[in-house]
């Protein structure tokens, strides 16, 4: 167990429609990535948050948006929902910079959450 | 941008032997880390080693090392001993920066099968 929750673990959902998943890091983690595996493939990085603020945006569409709330938690919004965007969603956490210990350069990820768009 | 490349989409090994997955990474940067992550079919992200860029010194954990080529941007995983617990899809990542809070750039897997 990574430490890193997220709900729910699988959605179905139709064309055209929203959803929301969610995230929380580790206690004391301050930085959250969001990351999508489609059908085998490898994960590709959409959008971190630190300490509530975006800090790095990768190949996230405009339909999806993301926000980290003051507890740190993280939500990742998808809308308009089309079959392409079926796939695993992948919420990670790591310490602030400065901890020490072997945590410090390490990436720490949930469970995923499976997205299934019918 | 960076880019990190498995040339190897499918590999087998049998059981106890020792096999060997590529990975090669293209960076301008001088201060990044290289990881290797094991996504068995729970589709969990467990990660197995990790390197970083100014040591010289090969890291290893239990059956698992690495074969790190700075000039050469390769970053090999050597599993030894191989188990059947070890089948499962590796994926080779990479993160610049010397903290810790940069997003991870993933090759696109290798998918590993062990032979009893």
């Known amino acids: 167990d990574s430490g890193v929750t997220q709900t729910p673990k699988h959605l179905i959902t139709a064309t055209g429609q929203r959803v929301t998943l969610r995230c929380s890091p580790r206690?004391?983690?301050?930085?959250v990535y969001w990351y999508q595996q489609s059908l085998d493939q490898g994960l590709q990085f959409l959008i971190q948050y630190y300490n509530g603020e975006e800090r790095a945006k990768g190949n996230i569409l405009e339909r999806f948006s993301a926000q980290q709330f003051p507890d740190l938690h993280s939500e990742l919004n998808l809308s308009s929902l089309e079959l392409g965007d079926s796939a695993l969603y992948f919420c990670?956490?790591?310490?602030?910079?400065?901890?020490?210990?072997?945590?410090?350069?390490?990436?720490?990820f949930g469970p995923g959450t499976r997205l299934t768009v019918l | 941008a960076q880019t990190v490349t498995q040339s190897q989409p499918e590999m087998s090994v049998q059981e106890a032997e020792t096999v060997t997955l590529s990975c090669t990474y293209d960076t301008s940067e001088s201060d990044y880390y290289l990881f290797w992550y094991k996504q068995p079919p729970s589709r969990q992200m467990i990660l197995v080693i990790r390197q970083e860029a100014y040591k010289q010194q090969n890291a290893t954990e239990n059956r698992f090392s690495v074969n790190f080529q700075k000039a050469a941007k390769s970053f090999s995983l050597k599993i030894s001993d191989s188990q059947l617990g070890d089948a499962a899809m590796y994926f080779c990542a990479y993160r610049w920066g010397p903290s810790g809070n940069t997003p991870l750039v993933f090759g696109k897997g290798t998918r590993l099968s062990v032979i009893a």
């Open positions: 206690s004391g983690d301050l930085s």
């Open positions: 990670a956490s790591s310490p602030p910079s400065g901890t020490s210990g072997g945590d410090y350069n390490e990436q720490f």
